[in-house]
């Protein structure tokens, strides 16, 4: 699954190119820049979250994992596959594919960097890191004159952490191998050209990371053992993602969402388009083609159908075609956690309620014909339904902690708190964004140190308890801190 050239978000452009395979059309990502991360085990396509695109996956518009020492014209997949870039056209959705005669105008494509999704299992190897951890955090902008300031930022921000390296007595010859990823960054106009809100540089030698973030950070320059992650917290904590899935007889799209911006996902072929493509003659073919190597072929399915069917064939047909595409998505998603809201007419989206059986589907759907609504509105409609719904599971949860504070099975403590992260007992954590804690904490004998300032060796407590937490499946709110339940520093709900 890939996202495609139709993003949705304020001020962002869909555009979409249609191409010939199997004797159909196949939607394919080809807005620039074109980028590359992963679902599952698959590599695929993303949008950046530039003036244009975004490459939201429901991470609150899109987190961008670049690696910035690649040649410029080529672009490295994570597992090593090499991808040929290119300038491509792309044309809007609603003036139709390129097949169609359609006006197109073409869109130049900046250098390309490999790129990940922002995932839990990211976030827990990064903080899995030790040694010289240099992590970087800084507001950037999208257009307009304060985009010339943004490098300027960087430069700063590196030479602050060059002078912290230097006063750990690390040789000149070490600091620099250890910036020089960041250093590249300085002169690479088009990297500036398609910024987000805010930029993250984590370098340690071993690993350098670059995300693109539609969050906007405090400039930060921070040297320690470990990375400093607390800011990218509020990407993964819940309530920051979700999947639209509009349905009907003519068209399937998928949309991965957060609360401020969306991206469709270009379905791969497990899942059916359309009915028609799940009936239709074409892929009839190309299934009796692929019937001999179905084993280890195509994992998409076949419905075949009889001509002048009535009433009763065509709700036989659709409710084929509703497990047919259940099927193709639960092959598809790696992630069914992650709530899903329906849109389409109460005939189709109520049969594939029944069918379905994707574990997070919302019992409200966005009501009527998606295929009139663009991708954008579909994305205000569907926060309509979903927005109670994280609201509800943050307040149950906060519920849960009053109720069972001083009974054992929760806690305001912070050495509790982190005792019981380590032990994988915490199922919802609340932490305020915006405050830190200082010290050092030992699980092994469990002993806590709070310090007054960052110092050598020490680490952002609630950090720590935050991602110990998402590695072990809990839930994480991260809220105001006037809205933290018992006021206090940290709020813990244990599962026992």
Partial sequence: MRPTGRSCGAGLSPKRLFRPSGGRHHA?????PRLLFTVGERAIDALSDS????AAFGVEGGAIDVEPSLEPGRAIEKHGREVPMSQTQSNDRNSGSATSGSPSRSVSSPRQVPSRLLRRDDLAELAAH????????????????EIEQDPIRLKNLLTRAERELAARELEEDRIRALMKPARRLLDDDD???????????LLNGDTERVFRLPISFSERAHVADHFYLKPLLPLLTQGSRFYVLALSRGEVRLLAASPHRCAEIELDEAVPRSLADALGYDWEQRSLQFHGQRRGGSRRETIFHGHGAGTDDRESELRRFLEVLDRGLRQTLSETGIPMVLAGVDEVTSLFRQLSSYPQLLEESVVGNPDDLSNEQLHERALEVVRPVFDSERQAAAGRFAERLGTGKASDRL??????AHEGRIEALFV?????????????????MRLEAPQDDAEELLDHAAMQCLATGATV???EPDAMPGGGEIAAVYRY
């Fill in 28 to 32: 394919v990502s080809l807005l620039a």
């Fill in 51 to 54: 003036e244009e695109s975004s």
């Fill in 130 to 145: 030790r040694g010289t951890c240099i992590s970087i955090y800084l507001p950037t902008h999208r257009k307009g004159p």
């Fill in 191 to 201: 990297f500036w050209r398609h910024q987000s809100d805010g930029l993250a540089v």
């Fill in 415 to 420: 050495a509790e708190v982190l005792d019981a």
């Fill in 432 to 448: 305020p964004r915006g405050r830190e804690v200082w010290g050092r904490y030992d699980p092994r004998r469990r002993e806590l």
């Fill in 477 to 479: 709110y991260a809220v």
